[in-house]
Structure formats: C-alpha cells, structure tokens
C-alpha cells in the first residue's frame, strides 16, 4: 500500500506539474502572438508625377499585426545606393483597414535617378517585408537638357 500511496502522490504531482507547464506555454503563446503575425510587406506602389522630378508616392501595405504593440510605424523611399529620400511616418496602428493605402506628396527626386526603392517598417520586424522597386518617368520636355 505504502508503494502506491508514493507512485499516486507523484503522478499527481507531474500532473500538476505538466498543467503548470502547459498553462505557462499557452500564455507564452498568448504574448508572443503579435511577433507570429507577420512583417509589413509594399504590395503596391503608384507613382504620379506632379512636376519635374516632383512626385506623389501612394504605397499599399498589407500586415497582419495591427495592434498596439506590433503595427506599421513608416514606409520610406530611397535611392539607388539604399539612401533615404523621404518617409512617411504613422502615429499608430490602422486596425480593421488591411491592407491600406496612405500616400506622400512632393517627393522630389535627385538629378540622375531613375529608380527608387519603396519599403515598409513595423514596430517589431523593422524593415522585413517585400519591398518594391520602381522605375521613374523622370525624362520631359521640362527635364532636358537646353
């Protein structure tokens, strides 16, 4: 008796034990459920031209973790050489609206460029999503050379 009164006492105790375990991983899951959802990947960029060498950039990014802790913070273009030109920055999370569209005017370009590469950031993945790269129509009458 004094055998199984020991073996039954352990059982219970690793039965407690594996559902302390298990409730820990499942909390564990819980909270670390934002950084599963995904990176913040350009899906679509338009590009129009407003002036010589002056554009309006309207970017369309699809992510899947729009919360407070995990959501798209900015997208950026930059240049051939990986240079920031411009940025657009959000305040927080556009949650329900996905994917979305936000744009950015007057974005000049430099003399010489021709392609520009458009990128996304989120709050937990940084810059880990597909970007774009785009091919300007830079060339006018307004451009050449006189």
């Given at each position: 008796m004094r055998d199984c009164t020991?073996?039954?006492?352990?059982?219970a105790r690793n039965r407690r034990g594996l559902t302390v375990l298990f409730q820990t991983l499942l909390m564990s899951l819980l909270l670390v459920d934002p950084v599963l959802a995904g990176n913040a990947d350009v899906i679509d960029?338009?590009?129009?031209?407003?002036?010589?060498?002056?554009?309006?950039?309207?970017?369309t990014i699809q992510h899947p973790g729009e919360g407070p802790i995990h959501y798209v913070d900015r997208w950026e273009i930059l240049d051939e050489k990986g240079e920031l030109i411009d940025e657009r920055r959000f305040s927080g999370p556009y949650p329900g609206e996905q994917p979305f569209t936000r744009s950015l005017s007057h974005v000049t370009i430099?003399?010489?460029?021709r392609t520009v590469t458009v990128r996304a950031h989120d709050t937990v993945h940084g810059f880990a999503g597909l970007e774009r790269q785009i091919t300007l129509d830079i060339e006018s009458r307004h451009d050449l050379p006189q």
């Open positions: 020991l073996s039954c006492g352990r059982a960029v338009q590009v129009h031209k407003l002036m010589p060498r002056v554009f309006r950039f309207d970017v430099p003399v010489g460029m």
